[in-house]
């Protein structure tokens, strides 16, 4: 895997430990890439921090029964799967914020809390390590053609457009990975394709929240997929 000027290709390319950036709702995949805007203190030094290192850091979910009942707590429980990033573009705004874009690298598995003395948090992680180097075959498991039937029709019940000569240029693990970061699904459904463990699988459920989703919104599914 190759992430802007930097290469990864074993578990000993990784830290074993990281700042992680709680974000509800958001999803990093492995060759994704995730635009942010940082304004708060203790986030502005966690960056500091990272571009000062490795410039890599996890993006994590808040667990989802934190993200459906916030608490007033200042270090809520997280989920147990991320994906580490690698900050690859860095602009400061003037007023104080900066404009990120962090490029997905591999999901890890959240171990234990360290570091403490630093207004952000920073784990121990295991990274999987599997997510470093893609396989010809995982791409061809895909079902393009239903996954491409699902979304043309989420797009016409929605009254969408999408750029389908650069949709059908684009590799199966692209596809599959860039309809999952950019979906407009809740925090469950973001998680449910973050761990999904492997292309197809995701593709699959990526499908079937897609269904979901036309059937509760618009009737029965089966008529708008015909």
Same mark, same amino acid.
């Given at each position: 895997?190759? /992430?802007?000027?930097?290469?990864?290709?074993?578990?000993? &390319? =990784?830290?074993?430990?990281?700042?992680?950036?709680?974000?509800?709702?958001?999803? =990093?995949?492995?060759?994704?890439?995730?635009?942010?805007? !940082?304004? $708060?203190?203790?986030?502005?030094?966690?960056?500091?921090?990272?571009?000062? %290192?490795?410039?890599?850091? %996890?993006? /994590?979910?808040? *667990?989802?029964?934190?993200?459906?009942?916030?608490?007033?707590?200042?270090?809520?429980?997280?989920?147990?799967?991320?994906?580490?990033?690698?900050?690859?573009?860095?602009? $400061?705004?003037?007023?104080? +914020?900066?404009?990120?874009?962090? *490029?997905?690298?591999? +999901?890890? +598995?959240?171990?234990?809390? /360290?570091?403490? %003395?630093?207004?952000?948090?920073?784990?121990? !992680?295991?990274?999987?390590?599997?997510? @470093? *180097?893609?396989?010809?075959?995982?791409?061809?498991?895909?079902?393009?053609?239903?996954?491409?039937? /699902?979304?043309?029709?989420?797009?016409?019940?929605?009254?969408? #457009?999408?750029?389908?000569? *650069?949709? $059908?240029?684009?590799?199966?693990?692209? @596809?599959?990975?860039?309809?999952?970061?950019?979906?407009?699904?809740?925090?469950?459904?973001?998680?449910?394709?973050? #761990?999904?463990?492997?292309?197809?699988?995701?593709?699959?459920?990526?499908?079937? !929240?897609?269904? !979901?989703?036309?059937?509760?919104?618009?009737?029965?599914? &089966?008529?708008? =997929?015909?």
């Amino acid at each position: 895997m190759i /992430v802007g000027n930097a290469r990864y290709v074993k578990r000993e &390319d =990784l830290p074993d430990a990281i700042p992680v950036f709680p974000l509800t709702g958001a999803l =990093l995949l492995p060759g994704g890439q995730l635009p942010l805007n !940082i304004f $708060e203190p203790r986030y502005l030094a966690m960056f500091d921090a990272a571009l000062a %290192g490795s410039r890599l850091i %996890g993006i /994590v979910q808040p *667990s989802l029964q934190e993200a459906a009942e916030p608490l007033e707590n200042s270090r809520p429980p997280l989920s147990t799967v991320g994906c580490i990033g690698r900050i690859t573009s860095f602009a $400061e705004t003037g007023d104080g +914020r900066y404009i990120i874009s962090i *490029s997905g690298i591999c +999901r890890f +598995r959240l171990l234990d809390e /360290v570091g403490a %003395g630093h207004p952000y948090r920073t784990f121990r !992680i295991a990274p999987m390590v599997a997510d @470093l *180097s893609f396989e010809e075959d995982e791409e061809s498991a895909v079902d393009r053609a239903e996954l491409l039937r /699902v979304f043309r029709a989420y797009l016409d019940a929605n009254k969408l #457009e999408a750029d389908w000569e *650069s949709v $059908e240029r684009a590799g199966n693990r692209t @596809l599959v990975n860039s309809l999952s970061m950019m979906s407009p699904f809740g925090p469950a459904e973001k998680q449910a394709l973050l #761990e999904a463990p492997d292309l197809k699988s995701r593709a699959e459920t990526l499908i079937a !929240i897609t269904q !979901i989703l036309l059937a509760r919104d618009f009737g029965d599914s &089966d008529t708008i =997929l015909q």
